[in-house]
């Protein structure tokens, strides 16, 4: 199996988080234009923001949660030159979990449509490790 195709993923995962912070840049100017959020606001965030802000910030905030695992799971596949299909299959699934939870949450932020992308993500990162710690240890 060629390793670098445990990497398409993961490109597209570190795409999602770029892709955020470009959103919530531009979230963040539009509602200090508007005069929603002061400058101070900027300086420590202590001001209730408006909703869409709030949003904005807690999705991209998201980033660096649960996917730190997978993050931290490819680095070790890589690194161990163990990957396999069934990784590539995992990571596709992980990232199209997170990129359908990202549009659920920006979106309708339908909560339990939302609890359940995220439940989703969640169990294919417990498999996936659990796959892999049998894997390492045959």
């Not at 300086?43 to 993050?71: D, G, H, V």
Request: glycine share 0%; hydrophobic share 55%; net charge positive.
């Amino acid at each position: 199996m060629e390793a670098k195709l445990i990497l398409y993923p993961t490109f597209l995962m570190v795409l999602l988080t770029a892709i955020l912070y470009v959103k919530n840049y531009f979230d963040n100017k539009k509602a200090y234009k508007d005069k929603q959020v002061s400058a101070d606001y900027f300086k420590t965030y202590l001001e209730i923001p408006p909703e869409k802000i709030a949003i904005s910030q807690q999705t991209l905030k998201n980033q660096f949660e649960l996917p730190i695992i997978f993050y931290i799971l490819i680095s070790i596949l890589i690194s161990m030159n163990k990957i396999t299909i069934f990784d590539i299959f995992f990571a596709w699934i992980f990232v199209i979990s997170r990129y359908f939870h990202c549009y659920v949450r920006l979106s309708s932020n339908f909560v339990p449509l939302r609890a359940r992308v995220f439940k989703i993500g969640l169990l294919i990162l417990i498999i996936w490790w659990v796959y892999f710690i049998i894997k390492i240890s045959i």
